[in-house]
């Protein structure tokens, strides 16, 4: 296992799941006003949907998601790309342990490529944690549409202790 990225081979607790979930979905109510919810959590990837909704609307003519919601969303996954590393690293703490150090969490930096119109009824995101060192972790973003196609991409990294 390379020491800076977390073992594949973890799995995690019911309630370790329920307990990121819960944060993700619920306790940070900005990822709530998204929509955003999450569909897998693994020890290095992650993945979310969210629905397209009349609030999100960027271009009132084309109905087109607005940038800053594709950007949040970005951002969110990275973040969200570390918790999962996290988790998987300290397995020999508790469950309440583990989620007491996302406390210390935040975005660094974060590049976002715009790369086709964000249309659609339904998005998909995913993201995959690149390295988690013991001060900092970067992470690979995207955002697509149902079919796969790409619509936009990130890199980001984030504190994380």
């Given at each position: 296992?390379?020491?800076?990225?977390?073992?594949?081979?973890?799995v995690?607790?019911?309630?370790?799941?329920?307990?990121?979930?819960?944060?993700?979905?619920?306790?940070?109510?900005?990822?709530e006003?998204?929509g955003?919810k999450?569909t897998?959590?693994s020890?290095?990837?992650?993945?979310?949907?969210?629905?397209?909704?009349?609030?999100?609307?960027?271009?009132?003519?084309?109905?087109?998601?607005?940038?800053?919601?594709?950007?949040?969303?970005?951002?969110?996954?990275?973040?969200?790309?570390?918790?999962?590393?996290?988790?998987?690293?300290?397995?020999?703490?508790?469950?309440?342990?583990?989620?007491?150090?996302?406390?210390?969490?935040g975005?660094?930096?974060?590049?976002?490529?715009?790369?086709?119109p964000?249309?659609?009824?339904?998005f998909v995101?995913?993201a995959?944690?690149l390295r988690?060192g013991?001060?900092?972790?970067?992470?690979?973003?995207?955002f697509?549409?149902?079919?796969g196609?790409l619509?936009?991409?990130?890199?980001?990294?984030?504190?994380?202790?």
């Amino acid at each position: 296992m390379k020491k800076d990225l977390p073992p594949l081979d973890v799995v995690f607790e019911e309630n370790f799941i329920a307990e990121v979930k819960d944060i993700f979905e619920k306790k940070i109510v900005f990822n709530e006003v998204l929509g955003l919810k999450i569909t897998s959590l693994s020890p290095r990837v992650v993945t979310a949907s969210i629905e397209m909704r009349h609030e999100l609307v960027g271009h009132y003519a084309y109905n087109r998601i607005h940038g800053g919601v594709i950007s949040a969303c970005l951002d969110t996954m990275g973040g969200l790309a570390c918790m999962a590393a996290m988790g998987a690293r300290h397995m020999d703490e508790p469950v309440a342990q583990r989620v007491q150090r996302f406390a210390k969490l935040g975005t660094i930096d974060l590049r976002v490529d715009y790369l086709r119109p964000g249309i659609g009824e339904r998005f998909v995101l995913r993201a995959e944690v690149l390295r988690l060192g013991s001060r900092v972790g970067s992470t690979r973003m995207e955002f697509a549409g149902t079919d796969g196609l790409l619509m936009s991409s990130g890199s980001g990294a984030y504190i994380v202790s």
